[in-house]
């Protein structure tokens, strides 16, 4: 399984240490622009899901002209 965790700057080299003591446990940071690409990612899955559940018919949309209206 893997895990992204967000942890504070001053809190990470402790959690780090913490992590690597369990023998069956890789921890490798990443840099923030590769986490910023994660996120951007796993919206753009929520965003397909959506899609899939409104093809369904498992959730609402609402007319167009509404939204261009709110502008």
Excluded at 11 to 23: D, L, T
Excluded at 58 to 71: A, C, G, H, I, W
Aim: cysteine-free.
């Amino acid at each position: 399984m893997k895990l992204l965790i967000d942890i504070a700057d001053d809190k990470a080299a402790g959690f780090m240490e913490m992590i690597k003591s369990y023998a069956k446990v890789k921890a490798t940071p990443i840099s923030t622009p590769d986490a910023e690409i994660l996120d951007e990612i796993k919206r753009i899955k929520e965003a397909f899901n959506d899609v899939e559940r409104i093809k369904a018919g498992k959730l609402k949309t609402r007319p167009v002209e509404d939204l261009l209206n709110e502008l």
